[in-house]
């Protein structure tokens, strides 16, 4: 039995993880869960799935969740430290990296460092500390099992010898909400439009990015250090079907695509099982009735918030660290009503026309990056208020 402990227990990713494992009886048990701030569902899982250790943000949730849940021996952790005991502890085999934000990259690190393998869906450790990652990984021999839908057709189409072989890699993007407004609309859209995901249930931050199609440049800049691979291997496509989830172009032209459901339990459960496979009882994909697959060029002018992660992705070093940070800001700011949907764009621009750029040697050079952009994005978004 595999031994599964989930950081982010209470998200969409953690609660379909929770469904897969549910599905397998016999396969998986669940170590640990690390959840926010959502005590109730944290409660409800805890009943069902029984974990040794879970963990809470804030240490008076903690306490109350101490007191109120009733099962002798359950230890029960609070904060950062709690999530990176989770991450980096001896009761799990499997981590699944899914806080949201650079609030996951600690727990993300200790996970890896302790040689796990670590089913990642939290891109944005990848993007802000991509190499620090990799170099911990080969060290202690962890495996990053990518979950994201994309990267992990990348990472099945890489099996089997075919790395040496690639020539480009091209993620899909459904497009988001907006694939189909016209621009001059952009300005009104509101915060549940943006919401309003045509193919995917997600959590509220990632959601957004999708709107945007930030998500799109996060998935690239995490791409280059998932995969080891040159900007100039990389593409994007716009696939409304969300069906295609990755291409592999390899040397004598011949292209490999990952399909399934539009469904993160195929993914999840990939990881989960990885290096195997297993049935997953999911609905499979019926290509017959999914109807025509369409293929799109990106227009930049729709989305300048790609353009920007597109410019992260080339220079590299601070670059991608201030991105995330203004973005994690200005997405917050526009989910609490605080700027416009174009505010987000407004926004980044000009935290980011600020940035000096900065080498990136170790964590503290990352959150002391994090730390400077978040502050000057604040202001900047208060001076817009
Ligand atoms: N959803 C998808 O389909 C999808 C696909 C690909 C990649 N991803 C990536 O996966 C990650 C999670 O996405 P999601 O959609 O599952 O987000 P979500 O639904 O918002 O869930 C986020 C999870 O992180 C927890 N959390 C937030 N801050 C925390 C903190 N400081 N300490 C401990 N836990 C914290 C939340 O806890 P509470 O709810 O208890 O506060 C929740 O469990 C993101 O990086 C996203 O980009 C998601």
Redesign the pocket.
């Known amino acids: 039995m595999k031994s599964v402990a989930i ?8 609660r379909n993880t929770l469904d897969v494992i549910r599905r397998h009886p016999g396969e998986f048990r669940v170590a640990a869960l ?5 005590s109730r ?2 409660a409800e899982q805890v009943r069902e799935f029984r974990p040794r250790i879970v ?1 809470l ?1 804030r240490p008076e949730d903690a306490a109350s969740f101490r007191r109120g849940i009733g099962i002798r021996g359950l230890k029960v952790l609070a904060g ?1 430290e709690g ?1 990176v005991e989770i991450g980096g502890g001896p009761e799990s085999t499997v981590v699944v990296s ?4 650079i ?2 990259l600690r727990p993300t690190l200790a996970a890896v460092r302790a040689g796990k393998i670590v089913a990642l ?4 450790s990848m993007v802000v500390a991509g190499s620090l990652l990799r170099k911990a990984a080969a060290a202690s021999g962890a495996v990053i099992v990518p ?3 994309e990267h992990s057709g990348v990472f099945q189409c890489l099996t089997g010898g075919n790395r040496p072989h690639v020539k480009k890699v091209i993620l899909t993007a459904s497009g988001g909400p907006f694939f189909k407004t016209p621009l001059r609309e952009f300005r009104t859209k509101s915060v549940a439009e943006a919401l309003a995901h045509p193919r ?7 959601t957004v ?1 999708s709107a945007t199609l930030m ?1 799109k440049g996060l998935e690239l800049i995490e791409a280059r250090a998932l995969f080891d691979l040159e900007p100039g291997e990389l593409g994007i496509l716009i696939h409304p079907q969300s069906i295609v989830h990755a291409l592999v172009e390899l040397c004598d032209g011949s292209i490999l695509a990952q399909l399934s459901p539009t469904d ?1 339990r195929f993914p999840i459960q990939y990881a989960l099982t990885y290096p195997g496979r297993r049935e997953s009882g999911l609905p499979p994909l019926d290509l017959a009735a999914a109807g025509p697959l369409e293929f799109h060029e990106v227009e930049l002018r729709r989305y300048p918030l790609l353009a920007l992660a597109l410019r992260a992705l080339k220079e590299g070093g601070s670059l991608p660290v201030a991105l995330n940070a203004a973005n994690e800001v200005a997405v917050e700011a526009f989910l609490s009503g605080r700027i416009g949907f174009l505010g987000i764009t407004d926004v980044l621009h000009a935290a980011l026309d600020r940035h000096i750029r900065a080498s990136v040697l170790d964590l503290d050079d990352i959150f002391d990056i994090d730390r400077r952009t978040r502050e000057r994005t604040a202001r900047i978004i208060q001076r817009k208020e």
């Open positions: 950081l982010g227990s209470t998200g969409t990713i953690g690390a959840a926010g701030a959502n569902l944290l963990s943000d950062l999530a899914a806080i949201t934000g609030a996951g869906a939290n891109k944005e979950v994201d839908s995917w249930r997600m959590g509220r931050k990632v990015d998500n993160m």
